[in-house]
């Protein structure tokens, strides 16, 4: 087996928004989420499913699916693959919008029901150390939970530092899935849930399509671009400012050393001759 990166645009989609095979994002939700008794999502409706790229040169650096499930819930589930100014600011107009799409202009705002997103980040963005971590509107007197339509739920990868033998939930799975599926050759002999095996079955490239695979390789060829382009203009802007530096100490000996000359009573065509400063930055010091 060699399996796919579900980090990857197309790996992503074909997994988590396969509407044929519902199975894995339902299980995926219901375990990260804590899902249980009559909050257990059982059937899903997709609002955009997996297509392959027709735009060559599209650029996203988010991945998103789209369901809704038996009760009206919308999930959001979203790979971010990189961090962007102002993150959770999007992140919050994102869903806001969401929750108020659902209705027009005068209509009753009964009809609303709850959105929920489920972040994954390839960055570290929130304090503590836990991987993941969810966010409600509370009541800062009694901590409760009463503004319930909205919620946050973000799993950071690179906090996760479990290796598969200290994965015991079927959460920890799923997260170690996504982190790690590209580096496994067998499909884990711990994992007995429907949905992951489903999962780790779909990223295995030896069942994909021609079109699939191109369209797999080409997204990671881009990924791998703009991390390039990333790294490019850091190491260009650090450079700038090692030069700066580097003028900024020059100028400051220059003066150093006009100091020390005026001084010693050295003429001022002299120290102009040997520091290069204007006769009026001399005159100042």
């Given amino acids: 087996m060699k399996f796919a990166d579900p980090k ?20 995926f939700l219901n375990s990260v989420l804590n899902l249980d008794g009559n909050r257990k999502i059982i059937e899903l409706d997709f609002r955009n499913t997996f297509q392959l790229p027709r735009v060559a040169g599209l650029k996203s650096s988010i991945i998103d699916v789209n369901v809704k499930d038996q009760s009206g819930t919308t999930y959001i589930v979203e790979m971010q693959l990189s961090e962007v100014v102002s993150f959770d600011k999007r992140i919050q107009y994102y869903v806001s919008k969401e929750y108020s799409s659902q209705i027009e202009k005068g209509d009753d705002y009964s009809k609303l029901t709850p959105v929920v997103l489920v972040g994954i980040l390839e960055f570290e963005y929130f304090e503590g150390n836990n991987y993941l971590t969810r ?25 996760f530092k479990k290796d598969l033998k200290e994965c015991k939930t079927l959460t920890d799975k799923w997260i170690y899935f996504i982190k790690n ?27 994909w399509t021609k079109d699939e695979l191109d369209s797999y390789d080409y997204f990671l060829m881009r990924e791998q671009d703009e991390r390039g382009k990333v790294e490019l203009a850091e190491r260009r802007a650090e450079q700038k400012g090692i030069e700066k530096g580097l003028e900024k100490g020059i100028e400051q000996e220059k003066i150093q050393i006009a100091k020390e000359m005026k001084n010693d009573g050295v003429a001022l065509e002299k120290i102009i001759k040997y520091t290069g400063l204007p006769a009026s930055d001399i005159n100042n010091l």
């Avoid at 992503?12 to 994002?25: C, D, P, S, T």
């Avoid at 339509?149 to 690179?158: A, G, S, V």
């Avoid at 599926?181 to 069942?207: C, F, M, Q, R, W």
Wanted: no cysteine.
């Fill in 8 to 27: 990857n645009d197309v790996a992503f989609r074909k997994i988590f928004g396969n509407e044929a095979k519902k199975v894995i994002l339902i299980s």
């Fill in 135 to 159: 966010h409600l509107i509370l009541n800062m007197e009694t901590k409760k939970n009463e503004l319930k339509d909205i919620n946050f739920n973000f799993i950071e990868l690179p906090k």
């Fill in 181 to 207: 599926a590209e580096n496994l050759d067998v499909i884990p002999p711990d994992v007995t849930d429907e949905g992951l095996k489903e999962a780790y079955t779909e990223s295995d490239k030896h069942n």
